[in-house]
C-alpha cells in the first residue's frame, strides 16, 4: 500500500492510500486551525451543527435518506485538538464504485455531498431555526454535564486539565461557559473565518483511480474560500511548572486515581525517541503483560484496572486506576513502583518481548481496516511525519533496554487526580459503578 499526495489548489492537499484490500472506500476532509481559548467550543458546536445538513439537505432526516440512497453511505463529525490545534474532520464510507451494480457514482456523489456540507451548511442557509441553533447547545453542554457520570474518564480528563494548563484549553467549566454564551451571528462569522483561513486536507483509502478522484475533488471544491492557508502551531512536549495533585469526594464505590507523567517526548520527524517511549509505555502499562497489569492488578489485587497511556502529541502519560478506598495509599505506592522498577533497569526479557509482540501486532492490525490507516497517516501528515506502518514496526523492534531505561530516569510525575469514593453513599447514585 503506498501513500500518493498531491496538491488539487493551493488549500487543498490529497493524500490517497491505493488498495483493493477493501469493499469499502473512506474519505475525509480536515481543516486545522491553532487553538484559541474559545476554539474547542465553537468547533463543538459547528460539528453538531454540520450533521444538521446542507442547503440541498437541510435537514439531519433529509441528509440521512440520501445517505442512505448512496447504499448506506456513512459521514460521521468530529471537532478534535492535535497539540495545539483544532481540527474539524468530516469523514465517510461507502461502498467502491465497482460494487455499485447500476453504475451510480456512489464516492463521487458522496464528495460533492460534504462539499455543499462544508461550503453551504444549513446552519448558514435563511432558513435555518434560531430553535435547533439553542438545542445544538444545550445538548453539548448536558454532555458535558453527563462526563461525571463515568468516573473513570471523568478522572482522566481532569487530569489532562491540570497537565495542559498552559495551552489554550477550556476547563469542562469554561467550556460549558464559552458554548451557552456563543450567539448565532458569532457562530457564523466564526465558521466564514475557518474555511477562509484553513486549509483542507483530503484523505482517501480506496481503489478508485487517483485521477477520477482528483477530478472530482476539484469539481466539487472549486469555490473553497481559503487562500492564504494558516500553519499549524508545531507540537511541543508539555509539562507543569510546578506539580498539582487534586482530590473531589464522589459517592462512588471504587476510588478512581489518575497520575500525569510529562515524558518529554513527542512524535518528531526528525527524533525517533518516540518509538522508546512507546515501548516504555507498552512495558509499564500499555498491555496484558506490563508490570501494572501483571503486578499490581494480578499478583498483588490492588486494583480492579490499572493501566498506562501515551500521547504522541503531547508527550503525556497517564496512569489510570481503581481500586477499594482502603487500598490507596498502597495501591498508589505499587503504582509508583514500578516505574521505578523501569527507572532501575528492571526489565526482564519476556517483558522486553512481550512489549514487541504486543506493540508491533498492534501495528499490524491498521492494515485491516480503512479507518485505521487512514487515522494512523491523518494528523502525523500534519507535522511531516512520513514513516510508514513497516517503518514504525522495524524501529519499534530496535528500542534496545538502555533506551527504555534512560528515557524512563527523565519522565516525572506532574498531577494527579483523584476521585475519592464512598461505597456508603453510592446507592442509587446515577454515577456509581
Known amino acids: 500500500m503506498l501513500l500518493h499526495k498531491e496538491k488539487i489548489f493551493d488549500s487543498i492537499e490529497l493524500s490517497m492510500i491505493s488498495t483493493n484490500k477493501f469493499k469499502a472506500s473512506v474519505i475525509s476532509f480536515s481543516m486545522t486551525l491553532p487553538l484559541k481559548r474559545s476554539s474547542t467550543a465553537y468547533g463543538l458546536l459547528i460539528s453538531h451543527l454540520l450533521c444538521r445538513g446542507s442547503a440541498s439537505y437541510p435537514s439531519i432526516a433529509l441528509l440521512n435518506r440520501r445517505l442512505d440512497e448512496l447504499y448506506g453511505s456513512y459521514v460521521e463529525i468530529k471537532s478534535h485538538h492535535i497539540g495545539e490545534n ?38 448558514l442557509q435563511p432558513s435555518f431555526s434560531a430553535q ?34 498552559d495551552i489554550a484549553l477550556p476547563t469542562s467549566d469554561e467550556l460549558k461557559q464559552i458554548v451557552s454564551d456563543i450567539s448565532y451571528g458569532e457562530l457564523c462569522d466564526y465558521y466564514r473565518r475557518l474555511i477562509s483561513s ?14 477520477n478522484l482528483k477530478r472530482r475533488i476539484e469539481a466539487s471544491f472549486e469555490g473553497y474560500p481559503c487562500k492564504s492557508p494558516s500553519l499549524p502551531i508545531p507540537l511541543r512536549p508539555l509539562k507543569r511548572n510546578l506539580p498539582e495533585h487534586k482530590k473531589v469526594n464522589m459517592p462512588v464505590s471504587q476510588g478512581k486515581l489518575t497520575l500525569g507523567f510529562s515524558t518529554g517526548v513527542i512524535i518528531h ?24 497489569f501483571l503486578n499490581v492488578r494480578e499478583k498483588m489485587g490492588l486494583c480492579y484496572y490499572c493501566s498506562s497511556s501515551y500521547s504522541l502529541y503531547s508527550g503525556i502519560m497517564l496512569i489510570s486506576s481503581g481500586f477499594e478506598m ?9 503504582i509508583l513502583n514500578q516505574v521505578k522498577e523501569i527507572k532501575n533497569g528492571n526489565i526482564s526479557d519476556f517483558e522486553l518481548e512481550s512489549a514487541q509482540r504486543s506493540v508491533t501486532s498492534g501495528y499490524r492490525q491498521l492494515y485491516d481496516s480503512p479507518f485505521e490507516l487512514q487515522s494512523f497517516f491523518l494528523n502525523r501528515a500534519l507535522f511531516n511525519i512520513t514513516d510508514k506502518i513497516d517503518d514504525a514496526e522495524r524501529k519499534l523492534l530496535t528500542v534496545k533496554k538502555d533506551d527504555i531505561i534512560a528515557l524512563a530516569k527523565k519522565i516525572r510525575l506532574d498531577a494527579s487526580f483523584f476521585i475519592e469514593g464512598d461505597a456508603n453513599a453510592c446507592e442509587g447514585e446515577s454515577y456509581c459503578e
Open 86 to 123: 483544532l481540527s474539524l474532520t468530516i469523514s465517510a464510507e461507502t461502498l467502491d464504485n465497482k460494487y455499485i451494480p447500476d453504475g451510480t457514482d456512489v464516492i463521487g456523489e458522496l464528495i460533492s455531498i460534504i462539499a455543499e456540507l462544508i461550503l453551504s451548511p444549513a446552519f
Open 132 to 165: 435547533v441553533f439553542e438545542q445544538e447547545k444545550r445538548l453539548i453542554v448536558d454532555s458535558i454535564n453527563a462526563e461525571i457520570n463515568n468516573p473513570r474518564l471523568y478522572s482522566a480528563k481532569k487530569c489532562l486539565e491540570l497537565m495542559q494548563e
Open 198 to 211: 484553513a486549509p483542507l486536507r483530503v484523505f482517501c483509502v480506496s481503489a478508485e483511480n487517483t485521477e
Open 269 to 292: 520527524p526528525n527524533d525517533d525517541t518516540y518509538y522508546t517511549m512507546i515501548m516504555l509505555n507498552e512495558i509499564l502499562g500499555g498491555s496484558a503483560s506490563s508490570k501494572l
Open 326 to 334: 482502603k487500598n490507596y495509599e498502597i495501591a498508589k505506592e505499587a
